[in-house]
């Protein structure tokens, strides 16, 4: 029902900044929390950053302070500005859009992901 597509990821030196975005389609999105999530090799998946409909933001305390989600439902669109980029920030990085539905079951989709690498 959506289809998710993230773009902007790369090599950066540490210290560095990237914006990621991921473009959505098939559905309007502002009825759905959208995040960003990470994982590193050897590592679980884990939350960066969420932003709800109402606009509240949920921060990883591992990014709070560098990292920045916003979203424009005009363009069906999530960002990710990423500041101050540190070498474990080093991940592919996944764009998810989620609600939760009746029973509280829970409505998510998943974007390919895009390689973030942080390194000297």
């Known amino acids: 029902q959506v289809q998710l597509v993230e773009s902007g990821g790369g090599l950066v030196p540490p210290g560095g900044s990237l914006r990621l975005s991921c473009a959505a389609s098939?559905?309007?999105?502002?009825?759905?929390?959208m995040g960003w999530y990470r994982q590193a090799p050897g590592k679980q998946r884990e939350l960066v950053a969420r932003i709800n409909t109402d606009g509240s933001t949920y921060y990883a305390d591992s990014t709070k302070g560098r990292f920045t989600i916003s979203r424009d439902n005009t363009k069906n669109t999530v960002y990710l500005q990423m500041n101050s980029l540190k070498p474990e920030d080093t991940a592919v990085y996944y764009c998810n859009v989620f609600r939760t539905r009746t029973w509280g079951r829970l409505e998510d989709y998943w974007g390919q992901g895009t390689q973030v690498t942080v390194s000297s």
């Open positions: 098939g559905s309007d999105v502002s009825i759905y929390g």
